[in-house]
Nanobody, 117 residues
Framework: QVQLVESGGGLVQPGGSLRLSCTGS????????MSWYRRAPGKERELVAT????????NYADSVKGRFTISRDNAKNTIYLQMNSLKPEDTAVYYC??????????WGQGTQVTVSS
């Protein structure tokens, strides 16, 4: 069965950094594009970033461009989201997803990121 497990969230001060990880199993990891999404309570789900199976980033949200970087290590079946210069409005549950052409088809459990002083 496909499994995606996010980790790395936590409480950080504004201006700080976090690195999120998502490890996949149950599929040929390098064959699939992967995305990070986030959702704050009461708000719509937002696509944060996407990366191709070969490691080319695409589709950064305007709100995170220049601050967040998506990457992957296919040997470890893992994608990452390096988040720098964090702002309170980045507070959300962050999810990773396995993508096919039509869009996301699997989801992890999410990891909470809270940016607060």
């Amino acid at each position: 069965q496909v499994q995606l497990v996010e980790s790395g969230g936590g409480l950080v001060q504004p201006g700080g950094s976090l690195r999120l990880s998502c490890t996949g199993s149950g599929f040929t990891f390098s064959n699939y594009a992967m995305s990070w999404y986030r959702r704050a309570p009461g708000k719509e789900r937002e696509l944060v970033a996407t990366i191709t199976g070969g490691g080319v980033p695409t589709n950064y949200a305007d709100s995170v461009k220049g601050r967040f970087t998506i990457s992957r290590d296919n040997a470890k079946n893992t994608i990452y989201l390096q988040m720098n210069s964090l702002k309170p409005e980045d507070t959300a549950v962050y999810y990773c997803s396995r993508r096919i052409f039509q869009g996301p088809v699997n989801w992890g459990q999410g990891t909470q990121v809270t940016v607060s002083s």
